[in-house]
């Protein structure tokens, strides 16, 4: 019987204020107190606007050599197959924001790009403490699994092109909203997608995903 295609939705998330800063490039111990209003401002509206939503599938996991099988499709990657290497199965798993989180971002940018730019990082930081809450999830329905750091594609060596199988798999079009265009972006374009390994024996621990990213250039990189 094949596997069903699970959503999960919930209503806000917790954001920090460093998140926010980080994200904006806003460096130093004491913060301009311009920008702390700005976020007090932008916070309420991004509220109103974003809707967390996720949609997720188990699938077993098969390695040879450097090719990594999920039954629905396979991926070259010797970056992946290492890190999957013990586990039994993985979470296809992709979320969103919504459309009208963009949306809000966009009329800003019309308006104020100080504000955009605030709202733009609220974004990236509310889907961030999103994944940690699907993580957490995870966990929890998966008790006695260790989950591997999630994996995108575009990481490493996998190919940005897998995200059309990824998505697809996850009919996350009718699921949750998120698209993909021509040129491989994901819209809403505040959405994320991943893979997540799960094994009970030999599974490596990272405590973030940056370890396993290539770009070591990355602003955000931790």
Avoid: W
Wanted: net charge negative; proline share 3%.
């Amino acid at each position: 019987m094949a596997a069903t295609i699970m959503t999960h939705l919930i209503k806000s998330v917790d954001i920090k204020e460093n998140q926010i800063l980080r994200y904006a490039g806003i460096t130093g111990e004491e913060i301009p107190e311009n920008v702390t209003e700005l976020i007090k401002k932008c916070i309420p509206d991004y509220e109103r606007n974003a809707e967390y939503k996720a949609c997720f599938l188990e699938v077993p996991v098969h390695i040879e050599n450097e090719t990594v099988s999920f039954d629905c499709f396979e991926i070259v990657s010797h970056n992946l197959s290492t890190l999957l290497r013990g586990c039994d199965k993985a979470i296809l798993v992709a979320a969103t924001l919504g459309v009208k989180t963009d949306m809000l971002i966009k009329r800003a940018e019309v308006t104020s790009k100080a504000e955009a730019l605030i709202l733009n990082s609220i974004a990236i930081a509310g889907i961030e403490q999103y994944m940690a809450v699907l993580n957490g999830y995870f966990k929890n329905l998966y008790n006695g699994y260790e989950l591997r750091p999630r994996y995108s594609p575009g990481y490493g060596d996998v190919a940005l092109e897998y995200q059309k199988v990824l998505l697809d798999t996850l009919d996350t079009k009718r699921k949750i909203g998120v698209a993909l265009s021509d040129s491989l972006l994901m819209t809403p374009q505040k959405s994320v997608s991943a893979i997540i390994g799960l094994g009970k024996e030999g599974c490596i621990h990272l405590d973030r995903d940056c370890e396993l990213c290539n770009k070591k250039d990355c602003e955000y990189r931790l």
